[in-house]
T-cell receptor, first 114, second 115 residues
Framework: DAGVTQSPTHLIKTRGQQVTLRCSPK?????VSWYQQALGQGPQFIFQ???????QRGNFPDRFSGHQFPNYSSELNVNALLLGDSALYLC?????????????FGPGTRLLVL | AQKITQTQPGMFVQEKEAVTLDCTYD???????LFWYKQPSSGEMIFLIY??????QNATEGRYSLNFQKARKSANLVISASQLGDSAMYFC????????????FGKGTKLTVNP
């Protein structure tokens, strides 16, 4: 049973560039959430996608956008990168219908903005 | 708004001993879930244990147990018989019952298990 996978594992970008991170959910899961974890902090919720639509959003600017595909995989896009966007980006999947299920996380993508 | 507080930046324990990691929470919701995750240096968040706000018994999963005290709004994690592989960051989180929606995390506690 494949768990949550993310790509790439590491990424280096410069200020002002755009980046796309990818996530495939655990088999049987239909919901994908994205979190940003700055160094020394707990993860912060960015947004959640279900049925190809954003259903919840945290306190992040519009530079952060996402997409969910019919196979439930998801992308996180960040435009106009800032130095402060350097962080570990975690994807988590869950099953929403029927009361929901605990979120399971992928290994993360480490983004460094120079 | 929901809030999680973890007041122990770091904890040390001897191998084979038990350790308690503290977590307090704040919410005005009647229905909620409490979670503990382990994060090794590799970065992946590993789900350990879940407690629903309506669950009357404390949750247990192998060597992990959650000491849930609703009136005190605390959800401490107890790890019995610590192993060297338990050395990691531990995060307490709060969300909806079941946990499929937005999770709010604390700042974490770094646990070091000494041989």
């Amino acid at each position: 049973d494949a768990g949550v996978t993310q790509s790439p594992t590491h990424l280096i970008k410069t200020r002002g560039q755009q980046v796309t991170l990818r996530c495939s959910p655990k088999s049987g899961h239909d919901t994908v959430s994205w979190y940003q974890q700055a160094l020394g902090q707990g993860p912060q919720f960015i947004f959640q996608y279900y049925e190809e639509e954003e259903r919840q959003r945290g306190n992040f600017p519009d530079r952060f956008s996402g997409h969910q595909f019919p196979n439930y995989s998801s992308e996180l896009n960040v435009n106009a990168l800032l130095l402060g966007d350097s962080a570990l980006y975690l994807c988590a999947s869950s099953f929403l219908v029927g009361g929901g299920e605990t979120q399971y996380f992928g290994p993360g993508t480490r983004l460094l903005v120079l | 708004a929901q809030k999680i507080t973890q007041t122990q930046p770091g904890m040390f324990v001897q191998e084979k001993e038990a350790v308690t990691l503290d977590c307090t929470y704040d919410t005005s919701d009647q229905s909620y879930g409490l979670f503990w995750y382990k994060q090794p240096s590799s970065g992946e968040m590993i789900f350990l244990i879940y407690q629903g706000s309506y669950d009357e018994q404390n949750a247990t999963e192998g060597r992990y147990s959650l000491n849930f005290q609703k009136a005190r709004k605390s959800a401490n994690l107890v790890i019995s018989a610590s192993q060297l592989g338990d050395s990691a960051m531990y995060f307490c989180a709060m969300g909806t019952q079941g946990g499929s929606e937005k999770l709010v995390f604390g700042k974490g506690t770094k646990l070091t298990v000494n041989p």
